[in-house]
């Protein structure tokens, strides 16, 4: 096989890798809401000491009835979309200070992006 070819096939394996990995990667994200499950769940009508997660995008912070809010998120003004969420979590206390939530965040945007990707 000629260097050339096999040049350009590695050439596209490496670019669909990228790709695939620039998309997320939603077991690692599932992996990282292990953290989370310790207060939030994904499954309707269930919740721990967080509020349920369940179709929490295009919701509005602070709005289900059945948890008690801190009154800084309440006053957010955030409805939860990808953008929002990551700033999030990125820094909590930043996004929205003074809300309640025990978490000092995550750093890493690739590791938000699979844990973003793995909740939609």
Not at 8 to 25: P, S, V, Y
Not at 69 to 96: E, M
Not at 98 to 103: F, I, L, S
Request: aromatic share 8%.
């Amino acid at each position: 096989m000629p260097i050339r070819t096999i040049a350009t096939a590695a050439t596209a394996l490496f670019l669909a890798a990228g790709i695939a990995r620039a998309q997320g990667d939603a077991k690692h994200g599932q992996k990282l809401f292990e953290e989370c499950h310790a207060c939030h769940a994904l499954e309707r009508g269930t919740q721990g000491v967080g509020p349920s997660l369940h179709g929490v995008f295009g919701r509005r912070a602070g709005e289900l009835d059945d948890f008690r809010y801190s009154p800084a998120l309440k006053r957010s003004g955030i409805t939860w979309t990808p953008k929002t969420l990551d700033a999030y979590i990125a820094d909590p206390q930043k996004a929205v200070p003074a809300n309640r939530m025990p978490y000092a965040g995550m750093p890493e945007a690739r590791d938000r992006a699979d844990l973003i990707l793995y909740m939609q």
